[in-house]
């Protein structure tokens, strides 16, 4: 039903516009309380074996929504109405900005990706704040914050605007990302090698703790699948050394290898995500769980489009899961078809529950 809905409306739409119209109705069905019930009802997972603990939170299953969709904190209850476990608003800038020009975000269909040069087009961390702090939350969820650069302030003032912002949403936070891995920013990749990341993630630290008191807010960084593996290395020494809680991996990437899509859409400029991300980023969090271990929290995202895909991050060292692309294509069933898939994979694996599963198989590799 979705699949032909897409077809016949949203394919032909202006791929940001068709965001738009799916955004506002998703918050138009969260506002009204009988439909939202049904909704989460119906969507949310409820599979006692999927229960997941990280970053020292509770969840009801490992899938959440990737950044990028909700940039403004507009839409929590929306998303978490649709099965969404964890939601990650963001990028947010220290200042608003509207982002790249139009046309930005391009659909490959044949591929099942898509192509994005937004640019961090965001309502800024001081309305973000504003709008966390007087939401009234129909459900309970669990919220990261993701952190990005004003594409205006200057690579040696980036500290400070990172600064700015954690000093704003700490507080609102169950999670906090630093963000220094989109290709949309000019000079931000730049912040990813370790002598300017030392200096960023210490200083978002103190921020959080500074601005937070009572509780310590887990600090993740969300790397690029584009690093050479020797700087993966790094990151993850890195991320030891400092006390991070996370790692994310991985955002978009500037590759175009094995596209099917016609030139002139994979001519376009940006962030390629969706299904050519899949192996990549499955690379790249092997090494990273090989590096690491269970010792910090790893997150998985750039390709999920399946129950099979999110079961493989979790083998590979996964502790969380997270997808944005394939909700284009796969619609408002997608979260819940993959927790209900994950609930079945975990009872036909050897097993007894998910955490025993995380890098399994990196490990088996590895003996």
Known sequence: MYALFFRLVFRRMDPERAHHLAFAWIRLAARIPVLRT???????PRHRELRTEALGLRMHGPFGLAAGFDKNASAIDG??????????IGTVTGQAQP????QRLFRL????????????NNDGSAA?????ATRKAAFKATVGVNIGKTKTVPEQEAVADYVTSAERLAGYADYLVVNVSSPNTPGLRNLQAVEHLRPLLTAVREAADRTVTDRRVPLLVKIAPDLADEDIDAVADLALELGLDGIIATNTTISREGLSSASDLTAETGGLSGAPLKERSLQVLRRLYGRVGGRITLVGVGGVETAEDAWQRILAGATLVQGYSAFIYQGPLWARSVHKGLAARLRDSPYETLADAVGAETRKAAA
Do not use: Y
């Not at 998303?79 to 990650?88: A, K, Q």
């Not at 973000?128 to 966390?132: Q, S």
């Open 38 to 44: 049904f909704l989460a009802a119906l969507l949310a």
């Open 79 to 88: 998303m978490t109405m649709l099965g969404f476990d964890h939601i990650e």
């Open 99 to 102: 982002g790249n020009p139009k």
């Open 109 to 120: 269909v044949a591929d099942r990706a898509l192509i994005n040069r937004m640019g961090f």
């Open 128 to 132: 973000v704040a504003e709008r966390l």
